[in-house]
Structure formats: C-alpha cells, structure tokens
C-alpha cells in the first residue's frame, strides 16, 4: 500500500518524464499520457498485484495491456520507475536502436510490455485472449486494459465486447479514457458515440464511472470498486472521465497537444508546473 | 517414374481436422478458436472431447485473432481457424501487429484457400493470401497437398514456437503421402527425380504435376517432381540443386502468380541460379463460381495446363 503524498510525487515526476521525452526528439504523444497519468501510476503502484520482475505469461499475477499505444511515454515511465527497466533507458524514446519504439513493442523485449499496440482497437481483444488463458490456468488474477475513447470507433472493440459479455469473461476490467478529444478535434465533433456506459451496459458489461479520472483518490477507489465487481458473471468497464494534456495548463482541454511536442520554452513551462520529486532520469 | 496411389480422395480440411484431434488428445496447451465454421473447419472431435480448450468467437474474425494472441500469453498454442479469406485479408492488421510484430504463437488455420473452393465464388476464393502472409516478417506459411500431410503438418506446427499460416482446400482430392509421414516445416520432398526440367509445386497442384510428370515421361521427358509444402522458409538449397541438374523450373500453385510460391523460386533462382522459369498460377485475376476441377481447368491450373508449361520451359532452356 503506497501513501497518498509518494503517489502524487510519483504522478509528477512521471508527467515531467512525459514531456522531457517527447521534448527530446520533438514527437509523440504528450495529451493522452498526461490525462491518463494518475490512472496508471495508481494502477501500477496500488491496484495491480505483480511479481518481481518479468516474464511473458505473467502467471500468478495481474495483468495490463494498454490498447492505445499512442500514450507510450506515460507507459515507458511507470514501468521505468516501476522497475521493469532502468530509468536512463527513458531517454532512448523514439531513437533508432532503441527498446523504447514510437509505439509499445515485444519485437525488441522490453520488460512490462506483453503486446505491440498503436493501430487501434486490438487491446481489448488480446486483454480478453490473456484472461481466458488465466481461466484455464486456474489463475485467478485479473486482466486490466485501457482505450482511449475515441479508439472505440474501431469496430473490432465492438466484436470484443460482445464476446466477452457473452462469455462470462469476469475477470476483466476494461478502463476507458474518456477525455472526448481526437486527433481531428471533440470526439463529438468527429463522431459521436453516445452514452458509452448505456452502450456497455447494453452489451452486458458491469460498468461504473470515474467523473474525476485525475484524482488519485477517486481512481484508487473506483479501480478497488471495480476489482470487487469481477468474478461475477460479467466483464468490469470503467469509464474515466480525464482531461486530455492535465497538469500542463496549455496542454489541457484541447486535442492540439494529441501528438505534437512542447519546444524548449514550453518544456520549461511545463516542468514548472511538475515539480521534480524523485530525480530526473 | 516413382508410382505414387491415391489412397482415396479426401479434404484437405478433414487432414486439419484429424491433427487437431490428435493434438487434443496429445498436447495439453492446444487451444482451438473458430469464427463460425466448425463444421467446414472439421474440428467437432476436438471440441467434443475438449470443450474447454474451444473457444467458438462468432463471425468476427478481428477479434478471434485477437484473442488468440491474448491466449498465448499464459503459455497457450491457438489455433484459429475460418476460410482462408477471413484468416488473411480481413484481418491483416490485426495478424501483423498483434500476431506478427509481437511475435506471437498463433497458428492461423485456414481452409477453402484457392479456387477450388468453387461455387461460392471470387468473394470467398483468395488467391492472394501467400503473398500477403508471406510478407509478414516471422511467419511461417505452409501449404501441405493432401489429407495424410495436412494432418502431419498440423500436428509439427504445434511444436514449432512462432506464428505459422497453414494453407489447406476444401474439395476431396487424392490422398497419396504415407499416413504417418513426419513434417519437417522447410524441408522440400523429391517426389520424383528427373534430368530434363523441374517442377517446383505446392497444395493440390502437387498430384496435378504428378499426373503431368508421368505423362510427360511417355513422352520421353525426365521430370524432377518436388513437394514444397512450406513456402516459408523456402528451401532454396533443394531447389538450386535439382536446377542445377535439369537447367529449367515450372513452379506450380492455386494462387496469384503476384506474391506466390513463383516468385520466391524465381527471388531465388535469379540471385544464385538463373534458369528459365514458367508459372503455373492466376494470372492477377478474381476467380468465379464453378465446380473445382472445371475452375482449375479454366484458369490454367491442372496438370494439362502444366505440362504444356513443361514444353514452353523446354523450349527457352539453354
């Protein structure tokens, strides 16, 4: 069990990590990850129970798989401080050689990371594929999973919530980071989805909702709510309210900063606003 | 000429069917999928005697590959399985990211490949699929040429670690391998040795250059017969060395001559052993309904249409 205060020092180091890597090699994806930062650093350091180190079937643990692939520096570094890999490794993001691809990869063996992702809309997928096989296993660890909201307009979701609600898949949880931004603008705007709790729970998910998903707090507590509601004859959907680009004002309410980077006055800017709490890599 | 019996004619589906019961009964982490085509796919005896290793997905293949590759994480063997339309092209992305990319141990399984799935028509008869499958970086493609190897290959992939796509038909064709044939994925079979020209041939086009061989022979025409049921990794080392005795190639297959077994054999030929080469495929075109053996007819197919390809070869040897 973390404290609160070492959590919130890890969420800003971890922001400054997100915009210090996209900063360096002037791509990337700084708005997703921010907005999504204190769901996996709480999910990582809190929710999840893991086993020291890594291996590929992770039997006997929880599981995550992040399905939007785009928010890779957020991913990069909660597994960095996590420990799966050396935090200095954090400044090989997106150059050649590198085990730190533009987007999360097997192909060069980076620890934490179990399935590439990017094109959208595979993740939930291969999250319900991963719990089946803890099923046969007798594993009763869980399977967690993130999708940004847009990526929902991929059909292939579609066909996987179908399944896993007619399954019984129930030891999934699904979160959704619904931060209503897409690259082209309001997911309103380019298409709009409707009510995604009433389309889960039509397909037959247990579905419950985080209204402020940069709360640590109210993450903690609606992932413990979540967690609770599995094993119950349904797949567990949380739906995240977030604000795309949180904790760098420029950054936030807007899909201008989906995947641009911050030039080196607005990097400053930024880390002004994120405090350095356990060390730049 | 080797004499080689049909020992009845069987599917090609059937031969996938029975390595899948096989390996039910044999190899604890084989998991089968399937989008809706159990019956055409042949697996009821695997699901019966396993319902807990089957996994029935609906028609949505996206997902199914997905799942599949989920599966592997936690030490499982998948085994998906549909036409092999809808195990190729309908689902590309999601074999080359979560599949291919992440190198995952998925066998994609794939039935009424080529034109001789018949009626149905151009909709459901890829002939594109090695080409696509081929392309992707780590996988294995196999495309055995009856109902004994078909089962045999089944059964080799499941011991082989990374993803693999195997190619097999849906009308009965001659059965004519032993029945307890060992695969060896890459590994090329002299069918028939020979001295004047080569044919190179994969799936159902291996009994149709048979037939033609021998009837080539009457002629007085030596020909080298080889089976090469694994188009990658192909085995170059056996195709160079029967060129090298007969100075001429035919390759054979129920594909587009775009992105085929041809054009493996000719990257390979021209780079270390140029001789002239004829294809036998489709030639870049959507195939139609029909019976199989009057669609292998029609688009240059069997073994008439590869023996007179064995003449224009002849012909341009040098």
């Given at each position: 069990m973390s404290e609160l205060k070492e959590l919130q020092d890890l969420v800003s180091q971890v922001r400054r990590d997100i915009v210090r890597m996209v900063h360096k090699v002037n791509s990337g994806h700084p708005g997703g990850s921010l907005g999504c930062t204190e769901f996996m650093v709480a999910l990582y350091n809190e929710t999840m129970?893991?086993?020291?180190?890594?291996?590929?079937?992770?039997?006997?643990?929880?599981?995550?798989?992040?399905?939007?692939?785009?928010?890779?520096?957020?991913?990069?570094?909660?597994?960095?401080?996590?420990?799966?890999?050396?935090?200095?490794?954090?400044?090989?993001?997106?150059?050649?050689?590198?085990?730190?691809?533009?987007?999360?990869?097997?192909?060069?063996?980076?620890?934490?990371?179990?399935?590439?992702?990017?094109?959208?809309?595979?993740?939930?997928?291969?999250?319900?594929?991963?719990?089946?096989?803890?099923?046969?296993?007798?594993?009763?660890?869980?399977?967690?999973?993130?999708?940004?909201?847009?990526?929902?307009?991929?059909?292939?979701?579609?066909?996987?919530?179908?399944?896993?609600?007619?399954?019984?898949?129930?030891?999934?949880?699904?979160?959704?980071?619904?931060?209503?931004?897409?690259?082209?603008?309001?997911?309103?705007?380019?298409?709009?989805?409707?009510?995604?709790?009433?389309?889960?729970?039509?397909?037959?998910?247990?579905?419950?909702?985080?209204?402020?998903?940069?709360?640590?707090?109210?993450?903690?507590?609606?992932?413990?709510?979540?967690?609770?509601?599995?094993?119950?004859?349904?797949?567990?959907?949380?739906?995240?309210?977030?604000?795309?680009?949180?904790?760098?004002?420029?950054?936030?309410?807007?899909?201008?900063?989906?995947?641009?980077?911050?030039?080196?006055?607005?990097?400053?800017?930024?880390?002004?606003?994120?405090?350095?709490?356990?060390?730049?890599? | 000429m080797k004499k080689y019996i049909d020992q009845g004619?069987?599917?090609?589906?059937?031969?996938?069917?029975?390595?899948?019961?096989?390996?039910?009964?044999?190899?604890?982490?084989?998991?089968?999928?399937?989008?809706?085509?159990?019956?055409?796919?042949?697996?009821?005896?695997?699901?019966?005697?396993?319902?807990?290793?089957?996994?029935?997905?609906?028609?949505?293949?996206?997902?199914?590959?997905?799942?599949?590759?989920?599966?592997?994480?936690?030490?499982?063997?998948?085994?998906?399985?549909?036409?092999?339309?809808?195990?190729?092209?309908?689902?590309?992305?999601?074999?080359?990211?979560?599949?291919a990319y992440s190198g995952k141990n998925v066998k994609i399984c794939a039935s009424h490949a080529g034109i001789t799935l018949g009626e149905d028509g151009a909709t459901h008869q890829i002939l594109e699929d090695i080409g696509l499958m081929k392309m992707l970086p780590g996988m294995t493609v196999i495309n055995p040429c009856d109902f004994n190897q078909t089962k045999a290959a089944t059964i080799a992939i499941a011991e082989h670690e990374g993803p693999v796509y195997l190619r097999f038909g849906r009308p009965a064709v001659a059965n004519f391998t032993p029945a307890d044939q060992n695969f060896e994925i890459g590994k090329a079979l002299l069918l028939n040795e020979g001295s004047d020209v080569t044919i190179v041939a994969t799936g159902h086009l291996v009994w149709q250059s048979l037939i033609a061989a021998e009837n080539l022979e009457s002629k007085g025409i030596s020909v080298e017969v080889i089976n090469i049921h694994t188009i990658k990794p192909l085995d170059e080392e056996a195709i160079i060395k029967s060129v090298k005795k007969t100075g001429a190639i035919v390759t054979a297959e129920e594909h587009n001559y775009l992105g085929g077994l041809g054009e493996s054999v000719a990257r390979t030929l021209t780079t270390k052993y140029p001789v002239a080469q004829e294809f036998i495929a489709t030639q870049d075109t959507f195939g139609e309904s029909g019976t199989p053996d009057q669609l292998m007819e029609k688009y240059g197919l069997d073994n008439k249409a590869i023996e007179k390809a064995v003449l224009r070869v002849l012909k341009r040897k040098a």
């Open positions: 129970d893991l086993k020291e180190g890594f291996d590929m079937n992770g039997i006997d643990e929880d599981l995550f798989f992040l399905s939007n692939g785009h928010i890779s520096p957020l991913f990069y570094s909660v597994l960095a401080r996590r420990g799966y890999f050396p935090v200095e490794e954090l400044q090989t993001f997106r150059l050649l050689n590198s085990r730190l691809q533009g987007h999360p990869a097997t192909h060069e063996g980076l620890p934490g990371v179990r399935i590439a992702s990017g094109s959208l809309g595979q993740g939930l997928s291969v999250a319900i594929g991963a719990a089946l096989a803890k099923k046969l296993n007798n594993d009763e660890h869980l399977v967690y999973s993130l999708h940004g909201d847009g990526e929902l307009q991929e059909g292939q979701n579609w066909e996987a919530i179908m399944y896993a609600a007619g399954n019984k898949v129930d030891n999934v949880i699904a979160t959704i980071d619904h931060n209503g931004q897409q690259i082209d603008g309001a997911t309103s705007d380019v298409l709009p989805m409707g009510d995604l709790k009433k389309k889960f729970e039509a397909f037959g998910w247990d579905t419950l909702e985080i209204k402020n998903g940069n709360n640590l707090e109210e993450i903690i507590q609606g992932l413990k709510e979540a967690k609770q509601r599995t094993g119950k004859g349904k797949p567990v959907c949380v739906i995240m309210d977030t604000v795309m680009g949180h904790g760098v004002d420029f950054m936030m309410h807007t899909h201008a900063w989906h995947g641009k980077a911050p030039n080196d006055e607005q990097l400053e800017i930024a880390l002004s606003q994120n405090p350095e709490t356990l060390g730049d890599y | 004619k069987k599917d090609t589906r059937s031969g996938y069917g029975a390595g899948m019961t096989v390996l039910g009964r044999t190899n604890p982490k084989v998991v089968a999928l399937c989008a809706d085509l159990v019956g055409s796919l042949k697996i009821q005896e695997f699901i019966n005697e396993n319902p807990e290793r089957f996994f029935q997905v609906g028609i949505a293949e996206a997902n199914m590959m997905g799942i599949a590759a989920g599966l592997t994480i936690g030490g499982y063997i998948p085994f998906t399985g549909t036409f092999a339309n809808f195990s190729t092209g309908r689902v590309y992305d999601q074999i080359r990211q979560s599949i």
